[in-house]
């Protein structure tokens, strides 16, 4: 039986574990980490951390700013990662008007309105019309609200400063995978398209009924793709070969 490759799962902003659950069900069998996004107030600093903490080779997996977290650490250990899966994320850099759109949300949560920033400002735009969708966003506040003010501002402020990763993702040699909700509007398709373009012999999925969480959104289309990745990055194999959306 072909040795299964450690996997390392990187959450989004103000997710936690719960964003893979599904996932992590049919994972049984192969060792999962769950990285933690919400260390450092820089990417790089938190690339670090989950650097520190990892197998000594793995497959890594990002979703959001998970996904900018995974691409950091792809700059900064390219020889640890055997396998690289960027799901619902962005490799530019954050735009000035980006940037500067967080500053009052961070003042707000600073003066207690973390729970009104994420109904208001975020949690609308996260997923697809679906009837899970209510059950979802209530997930998304309970794991919002689990981690807490503090960690909203440090990982906002991490988002401010990312580095633009298009060059880090030329380089990429290992088998990829690039994956989104065909209905995200914070991350969109063009993103996706683009990572795919720029990464060699990479895989691009887009999932039919989803947003920007397909992993809750969509989780068996979700599950299929990861398991065609996994197999490769045990396998060893070079990449995936030309695009292949699927309609989840």
Not at 26 to 53: H, K, Q, Y
Not at 162 to 188: K, N, W, Y
Request: glycine share 10%.
């Amino acid at each position: 039986m072909t040795n299964r490759t450690p996997l390392v799962l990187l959450p989004g902003m103000m997710c936690d574990a719960r964003l893979f659950a599904p996932q992590m069900a049919g994972l049984a069998n192969r060792s999962v980490t769950l990285g933690t996004v919400a260390g450092a107030d820089s990417v790089p600093g938190i690339a670090e951390e989950v650097l520190a903490a990892a197998p000594a080779r793995f497959a890594l997996a990002g979703l959001s700013m998970g996904g900018i977290v995974a691409m950091e650490m792809m700059a900064q250990a390219p020889e640890r990662i055997a396998g690289l899966c960027l799901m619902d994320t962005n490799p530019l850099a954050e735009t000035e008007a980006v940037a500067a759109r967080r500053a009052p949300q961070i003042e707000s949560v600073q003066a207690g309105g973390l729970r009104a920033v994420m109904r208001d400002e975020m949690k609308p735009n996260y997923l697809a019309d679906g009837p899970n969708r209510g059950a979802i966003l209530d997930l998304c506040m309970t794991m919002a609200e689990g981690l807490g003010p503090e960690v909203f501002v440090a990982q906002s402020r991490a988002l401010q400063t990312r580095l633009d990763r298009c060059e880090t993702l030329r380089g990429v040699a290992v088998p990829s995978l690039v994956l989104c909700g065909e209905d995200d509007a914070l991350c969109p398709l063009k993103r996706h398209t683009l990572m795919h373009e720029l990464i060699p012999d990479s895989r691009l999925v887009v999932i039919a009924g989803a947003g920007h969480l397909p992993t809750l959104e969509q989780p068996e289309a979700v599950d299929a793709a990861l398991t065609e990745w996994l197999r490769a990055v045990d396998a060893g194999e070079g990449g995936h070969g030309d695009a292949h959306p699927t309609d989840g």
